[in-house]
């Protein structure tokens, strides 16, 4: 199994920044990508930013030019720094990594999820 545990959630103002951490572990022989999805209430989860193992990134169009993830393979990492944030990105946010966890066994796995709430 693998595990994703998500940090840097919290409150900020409109405009500000935040960035948000995951880390993978457990039995992991090789993560194929890593990203970020979130969920407002009452809407369904949607995909904010991916990255693969080769690099190559995917983002939602509401956050093109203000969102920027990151991967730091070496550590199974990724972090998604949030700039000029607005009340509309207020959403829990979800790590999420489709990796294997032996030679022939892969699956999707997800974080908690953390709350990021923008507001004055």
Known sequence: ????VESGGGW????GSLTLSCAA???????????WYRQAPGLERE???TTNSGG??????SVK??????????QNTVTLQMDSLSPEDTAVYYCET?????ID???QYWGQGTQVTVSS
Not at 25 to 35: E, N, T, Y
Not at 65 to 74: D, E, K, P, V, Y
């Open 1 to 4: 199994q693998v595990q994703l």
């Open 12 to 15: 900020v103002q409109p405009g």
């Open 25 to 35: 572990s457990g039995s992991i022989f090789r993560i194929i990508s890593m990203g």
């Open 47 to 49: 995909l904010v930013a």
């Open 56 to 61: 190559a990134t995917n983002y939602a169009d």
């Open 65 to 74: 030019g203000r969102f920027r993830i990151s991967r730091l393979n070496a």
């Open 98 to 102: 489709y990796a294997y966890s032996s």
């Open 105 to 107: 066994n892969w699956g």
